[in-house]
Every structure is written in C-alpha cells, then in structure tokens.
C-alpha cells in the first residue's frame, strides 16, 4: 500500500459524515439510473441485444480489427498496435518525441492508468495534462482515481478548494463548486490552447468505418483536440463494435447506467485528422487477447467501463475505491485483477456479499458476482485458499451473522487484526451503526458457502 | 505497424466460441409528440429550447436570448449579428474570447435532447470555445431514438461529427451539477 494511498484512505475513514455521504452519494446515483431504465420499456431487452453484439464482437475481434484498420487508414488515420504496457507507452513517447512535443493535453483514459502513462511521459520530460476536471483535481493532489467514471467521488470541496488555492490562486475559503469548476475551465483553456498534443481515450471503435467516439459530459475531448495538430487516441482491443447501428445500442445505455443521464453532453465521432492535422489510433492488447481463452471469464470483455456496478455495490459504497488492491475497484476490478494476476490480488474476493446486484444492474450483461463466486471457488488451486477465505470467513459471514456486535467499538479490537482490506477501511461502522444493513443474499451466501456449489 | 500479427495470432488462437451477429431490430419507444420529448429532455440535459415562428426575426431572436454577447462568430449567411465569420480566420486559437457561436445542427433526438452536428465549420473549436451556443435546427428534423439516429446517419461521409445534448457540465465537486466546465455554459437550439 502507497504511502499516497494510506493518506487518502486515513482522510476518507477520519470522517464518518463523509463515509455516510459517499455511500448515500453513490446510491443516489443508482437511483437516477433506475429512474432511467424504467422510463424504457425496451430496457431488459436492449441489455440482452447489448451483450449479444457484445459476445459476437468479442468472439470476431480479428476480423473486426483489421477490419477497422483498414477503414481507420482510408479515413486518413495512422493505426498502431501495441501488445503490451510497455509497447503502448513507447509508442506515444515517440510520437511525442519525434515531433519534439512537450506537453499533451490528455483526456480520460482508463487505459493509461492500466499502463501507467503518465508517469512513464511525466519521467522522460513530457507536461502530461490531465482535463478531466476530477482527473485534474486528483493529478494536483497527487492521489489517484476512486471510480471509474467519477474519479474524484472521495474528495470533500473543502480539499478541492485548498488544492486550488495553492494552484492556480482561487480566494481563500470559497469552496463553491461552481466557483471552483469555473476557475478550472479558466486555467484548463489556456492549457488547450497551448497544447502541442491531445490524447483522448476511447469509448467505442467502429469497424465497419474507422471512427472512434468519445463520451464525455465536459466537452474536454473535444476541446483538447481542437487547438494542437496531433491528436492520439487509444484503445484496448475489446472497445471494437461491428457498426454505427451497433452504437445506437450502446449509447442508449451507457450514460443511463453510468451516471443515471439519458446520454452524455458529448458523443463525438472522430473519423479523420483535422485539416492539417496527424491522427494517430493505438490499439492495445495488454492480456486481452488471453482473457479470450478464458471460458468462465469471457464475459468480462463485454465491459462498457460504465461505472454502474460500482454504485450499485454495497462493499464499494461503504469502503471507497482505495479499499480494493487494484486501480480499477468494485466488481468489474475484482475480476479484472483476477484475470491479470491472481495470485496478486486474490484479496479483493473478500470485498464482496455475492448479493449480485452488480450482474443485475450491468447494461451488458456482465456476470460479475457470479465471476467473483467462480474464483472463490478456484482459491484452493492459487494456493490462496486459506488466507482469503479466512478473510472472507471472518469479514462478511460474521458481519452478517451477528451485525449487534459491531454497535460496540471495542469489541471489534481484537478481530480487526484478522479483518479484509476492506472492512478495515470502513471501520466497520456502516454495518453496525443503527443504519440497515447492507442488501446482503445473506442466505445464499451461507448456503453457497457451506455447500461449495452455486445454488 | 508495431506487434499487429503477434496480437491477431493471439487472439484468433485464443478464440473459443463463435456468436451469431444478434439482429438490431428492437421495438423501441416511440414518442406520441416526438417534438415535445425532444424539448423535455434537452431542459433536462440543460439546455433550453426555443421556438421560433416564420416572421420572427433571427437576429431579435438571439439577442434577446444572449442580450451581453458582443463577439458573436457565425457562418450562416441568415445570422446578420454575427461579428465575424469563424470560418475566415487562420487559427482556430483566435476563437478564443467568443461570447456567441450560432451553427446550424441536422436532426435532434427525442429521447435524449441531442442534436446531430457534422463538422459543418473550419473549426470545430467552435462548438466548445463560446461561452454560448445556439444550435438552429429544423423542428420537423426529429428522430424517436439513437437507434434510427445511427440508422440516418450511416453511409454518410464526416470527418468529425457529434451529438450534443445541452451544455457542457461536471459534478466532479461533490456531485454538485455546474454547466461549463470547459465547453458552452449555456446552449439554446432554435427550432423553426
Ligand atoms: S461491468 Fe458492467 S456495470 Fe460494471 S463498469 Fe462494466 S459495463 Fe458497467
């Protein structure tokens, strides 16, 4: 654990209201998507259709890429494939480099955090600018994203105004989110319009034309590509989707899953460079192509990087993204950890109550906690089975089971020792502290347990 | 080129399983006032719908929406009160300062307020740039869903286009909504 870690998380748990607030937050976000998804008749359905093209696309990544590779080129476009981090990152330094680039305005990326961009530029003399305003916020108080599509979900305004006061010279004390996000705009524009480079992260690759498209809701894309002459943009290879009419199902869910919108203020469609302009597109394995062998985990490729399940979950609610072991938390990054590195990051199994609202909420269908059950299941053959499932044992089973407990601090002393990660970050509080208990399947949980089968 | 064959070996070796291509045909929501959904959900994304009647005069029109804006920059030959033409300058920085941009937008959505625009200016700067943008669009210009947006819109050529539902906006802060966090603070679409 980070010392940087350690910092945020110790500032998260000092405040209780703020805990409350995070898990309040977070489930009033799964409200509006709820709210949402009712205002559709056609929801269920266009979740089925979403995985569905989902699986055909993953099942035809070949022929789609190359397919997009080829349209991306007619389109003007130049395409580069990296295999793993280290190639990814190599190739936008020498695109910098070559055209003696010193700073990039950059976009959000989760596939830069997976490869660890930023530092790797950062080191080599490169002005990386993140824009996102959560992103920039987190990259000025060194700290790293919490959600994956609210990044800064932890951080108070009180922290964002002190952060700001020192950078880039707000009044002292005024901690107005709307005064805060203008002053941002302010100092970020001159960042745009002095830009040599923009990155921009992809949300969707269309093969049947070469484009990419981005969602934002900030405009930040958009306004990051429009002033300097080189624009790269990045994706890993699963982003691919056969055709427009494809997209016409993914953008209807995306934003009403992610952020309980019935679509993101931007959906902008990149197809060639600017008049005069380069567009270099980056697509990346990085184990990808591995996951595909994967039978029990195929699905986890069909992932729109919505954020929804982590919302919806009540360990991510009540513990914070920096409870989990990997960038990505919640259930989508336990079982994307689980697939890089098992042994690695095994403990993030115990930061789940299979209550499996997670696969119930997911726009495409992903079988998140029946994943994370399926590699429990697997712990024995990592030689991780004793450790995690003691944790898991003695974290969820016995919050369950005797929830009274933990009204008295002190009885929990001993046994915090013992407890997951992640019920050491949240104090154990939120399962005691005269608040409902968590949407628990307690049942099933026991049972499937006990029973080492799914029901 | 960089690991192109290594990464398609891999994946076609690592394939497993073969899944159909799913048919697109789904019965989706069908407005009975395709226009009015449109209009309430575009308030909904923040931005503010405005009617416009054959003997209304554009030019009133704007400034009565945007009575402060002084540098307003337009292509449009009918937008008499635009100071300059976005489209004459040589460097999309100069955009910079725009209080106003008036473009014109193709079909709106009327399950999400957004608005069809292919690149139909020199710099798409000016879509985000202004502090303020009024979008003009053809009421009758309406689709139910995105799906027969993409449905319209493909076999058609843009190097760069988009849909755009309202202002720009952020919660970064605490969750607090806030418009303009780096593209327009406010954004009308004028409907004739
Ligand atoms: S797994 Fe599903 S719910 Fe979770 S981020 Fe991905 S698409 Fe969204």
């Known amino acids: 654990m980070s010392t940087r870690h350690s910092t945020a998380a110790a500032r998260?748990?000092?405040?209780?209201?703020?805990?409350?607030?995070?898990?309040?937050?977070?489930w009033l976000v799964r409200a509006k998507r709820d709210k949402m998804s009712r205002s559709l008749p056609e929801w269920e359905t266009l979740r089925n259709l979403a995985a569905s093209i989902k699986l055909y696309s993953n099942s035809h990544l070949a022929?789609?890429?190359?397919?997009?590779?080829?349209?991306a080129a007619?389109?003007?476009?130049?395409?580069?494939?990296?295999?793993?981090?280290?190639?990814?990152?190599r190739i936008v330094y020498d695109l910098l480099k070559e055209r003696n680039i010193k700073r990039l305005a950059k976009s959000k990326s989760m596939l830069a955090e997976e490869c660890g961009m930023n530092s790797y530029l950062m080191e080599r003399g490169i002005d990386?600018?993140?824009?996102?305003?959560?992103?920039?916020?987190?990259?000025?108080?060194?700290?790293?994203?919490?959600?994956?599509?609210?990044?800064?979900?932890?951080?108070?305004?009180?922290?964002?105004?002190?952060?700001?006061?020192?950078?880039?010279?707000?009044?002292?004390?005024?901690?107005?989110?709307?005064?805060?996000?203008?002053?941002?705009?302010?100092?970020l524009r001159e960042i745009f319009l002095n830009s040599d480079a923009a990155m921009t992260g992809v949300n969707f690759a269309v093969a049947s034309t070469g484009e990419i498209v981005?969602?934002?809701?900030?405009?930040?894309?958009?306004?990051?590509?429009?002033?300097?002459k080189l624009h790269i943009a990045a994706f890993g290879l699963e982003k691919i989707v056969p055709d427009l009419e494809a997209l016409g199902v993914f953008t209807r869910l995306l934003a009403r899953s992610g952020t309980g919108q019935p679509i993101t203020s931007y959906t902008s469609h990149y197809r060639s460079p600017q008049n005069g302009g380069e567009f270099h597109i980056i697509i990346v394995d990085n184990g990808r192509s591995e996951i595909l062998k994967n039978r029990e985990h195929i699905r986890i490729l069909n992932c729109i990087r919505c954020g929804e399940c982590m919302n919806t979950c009540p360990v991510y609610r009540r513990s914070g993204g920096y409870s989990y072991t990997y960038f990505i938390p919640g259930p989508i990054g336990i079982n994307l950890s689980m697939l890089k590195n098992p042994k690695l990051?095994?403990?993030?199994?115990?930061?789940?109550?299979?209550?499996?609202?997670?696969s119930n909420v997911c726009p495409v269908k992903v079988d998140l906690g029946e994943q994370i059950y399926r590699w429990r299941q697997q712990l024995d053959g990592l030689g991780q089975a004793n450790p995690v499932k003691k944790q898991i044992s003695m974290g969820l089973k016995y919050l369950m089971d005797r929830p009274k407990v933990f009204n008295t601090a002190l009885k929990f002393a001993p046994l915090a020792n013992q407890m997951p990660r992640f019920v050491l970050y949240n104090k154990l509080n939120a399962w005691g502290k005269g608040r409902e208990l968590p949407h628990f399947a307690k049942k099933s949980f026991n049972e499937l347990w006990k029973n080492n089968q799914v029901k | 080129m960089g690991s192109r064959e290594e990464i398609l070996g891999n994946i076609r070796k690592n394939t497993l399983f073969s899944f159909e291509k799913p048919s697109y045909e789904i019965d989706s929501i069908k407005y009975e006032d395709k226009l009015q959904a449109f209009c309430d959900m575009l308030k909904v994304a923040g931005g503010q719908p405005v009617f416009m009647s054959p003997d209304d005069d554009l030019d009133k029109l704007i400034s009565r929406l945007y009575?402060?804006?002084?540098?307003?920059?337009?292509?449009?030959?009918?937008?008499?009160?635009?100071?300059?033409?976005?489209?004459?300058?040589?460097?999309?920085?100069?955009?910079?300062?725009?209080?106003?941009?008036?473009?014109?937008?193709?079909?709106?959505?009327?399950?999400?307020?957004?608005?069809w625009i292919p690149l139909n200016v020199k710099y798409k700067a000016l879509y985000f740039i202004s502090e303020s943008l009024v979008i003009l669009l053809d009421k009758r210009e309406i689709v139910h869903t995105m799906h027969e947006a993409y449905k319209r819109i493909s076999g058609e050529r843009y190097g760069y286009g988009l849909f755009m539902s309202g202002p720009s906006k952020t919660a970064d802060i605490e969750q607090a909504l806030v418009f303009g966090a780096h593209g327009p603070m406010s954004v009308s679409v004028v409907l004739y």
């Open chain 2, 67 to 115: 009575p402060d804006a002084k540098r307003i920059a337009s292509n449009l030959p009918d937008v008499k009160c635009a100071v300059y033409n976005p489209d004459e300058i040589e460097n999309s920085r100069e955009l910079k300062n725009t209080d106003l941009s008036v473009v014109s937008g193709a079909f709106g959505v009327a399950e999400n307020g957004a608005v």
């Open chain 1, 74 to 89: 007619g389109n003007g476009a130049i395409v580069h494939w990296a295999k793993d981090a280290e190639e990814y990152n």
């Open chain 1, 12 to 26: 998260f748990l000092k405040d209780r209201e703020q805990e409350k607030w995070h898990d309040e937050t977070l």
């Open chain 1, 63 to 71: 022929d789609l890429l190359e397919q997009f590779e080829k349209n």
């Open chain 1, 345 to 358: 990051y095994s403990d993030n199994l115990s930061a789940c109550s299979l209550c499996l609202s997670c």
């Open chain 1, 214 to 228: 981005v969602c934002t809701n900030e405009g930040n894309a958009d306004m990051g590509t429009s002033f300097p």
């Open chain 1, 128 to 187: 990386v600018v993140e824009t996102d305003l959560g992103e920039r916020i987190l990259q000025l108080m060194h700290l790293k994203p919490s959600h994956i599509v609210l990044p800064a979900i932890h951080i108070k305004r009180q922290q964002v105004g002190e952060m700001m006061e020192r950078e880039m010279g707000t009044e002292k004390g005024n901690f107005d989110p709307t005064y805060l996000t203008h002053a941002a705009r302010k100092n």
